[in-house]
């Protein structure tokens, strides 16, 4: 099992590149009682790419979340993929997560993993490489998706999937314009409400059922409040819808940057300026980026 480290006198990040490109930690320092592990740390020594825990931080590309029925409608044709066990019938969190990515760069502040990818899951080959730098208490993660086919263009989209720890967290604290209905399948049904005003979501509303919310129109900031202070998440200008999931009684919540709504690839009824669904011409990238800064009490 590789480990790669990225530390300063303000944090210390860990990366299990072989797992899917995840960040298996992120703490940051303090005097005692004043530390904060900010991510759910990913302590198993093994890795099944269908069954991954729930912990750490992993890349979503070429899509977040579900694809309806694991059919992908594009440029006249349906494309068939593979279902995700856990999602049956549909698929999850598309591919990037499930591969073992390689090192192609590290110094003192920086780390850089890429990944190719040819096969079923996807219908075009594709490249995918994560740049995370870190500073005096932040960390920055930048998301490049490129189109390897040379002649067809693909629909494109991705985000971060961070498990954030739930131990003394008080609020979360965001503004967007709008929210979508989602089904019993977690799957949107192409109605929202706009929303005025900003939103405050807390681990407490899960005392009962989990919640997921699905919003769109984000400003790309969230405020999360801790015991010990301050956790800002800032996503790029490409990252703005936001997944919201808080199971109930698990020990983290869900705060995923992503940049499109779930299912919006099988939605092509959809104006993408709602969707938030892409186009990569033959050879182009997108790129997507998350920083997570820290400011003790």
Not at 24 to 52: H, I, M, N
Not at 128 to 143: N, P, S, Y
Request: charged share 15%.
């Amino acid at each position: 099992m590789d480990t790669r480290i990225l530390e300063n006198a303000s944090l210390r990040a860990e990366f299990l590149p072989e797992f899917g490109g995840r960040m298996a930690r992120l703490l940051f320092k303090g005097p005692p009682g004043c530390q904060r592990e900010v991510l759910q740390p990913y302590v198993q020594t093994s890795f099944d790419a269908l069954a991954w825990p729930k912990c750490g931080m992993y890349p979503l590309a070429p899509y977040s979340n579900r694809i309806r029925d694991a059919r992908l409608p594009f440029a006249g044709q349906v494309h068939v993929l593979p279902p995700h066990p856990a999602a049956l019938p549909h698929t999850l969190h598309g591919c990037a997560h499930t591969l073992a990515w390689r090192v192609s760069a590290q110094d003192p502040r920086l780390l850089e993993m890429d990944v190719h990818y040819t096969g079923p899951h996807w219908p075009w080959p594709l490249h995918c490489r994560q740049r995370v730098v870190i500073g005096e208490g932040w960390l920055e993660c930048t998301l490049e998706v490129r189109n390897l086919d040379a002649t067809r263009s693909m629909p494109v989209g991705g985000g971060l999937h961070p498990f954030l720890s739930a131990d003394g967290l008080r609020e979360m604290r965001f503004v967007a314009g709008r929210r979508w209905q989602h089904d019993a399948q977690c799957l949107p049904d192409g109605l929202s409400t706009p929303l005025q005003g900003g939103q405050c979501w807390s681990p407490s509303m899960a005392d009962e059922a989990e919640q997921l919310g699905y919003f769109s129109q984000w400003d790309g900031q969230m405020q999360l409040q801790y015991d010990q202070g301050i956790l800002q998440l800032s996503a790029s200008q490409g990252l703005s819808h936001l997944v919201m999931f808080i199971p109930r009684g698990a020990p983290y919540v869900c705060v995923e940057p992503v940049s499109h709504l779930a299912n919006a690839f099988a939605m092509p009824q959809l104006d993408p300026r709602d969707s938030g669904v892409a186009l990569a011409a033959p050879g182009q990238s997108v790129h997507y980026s998350m920083r997570l800064a820290w400011q003790p009490n």
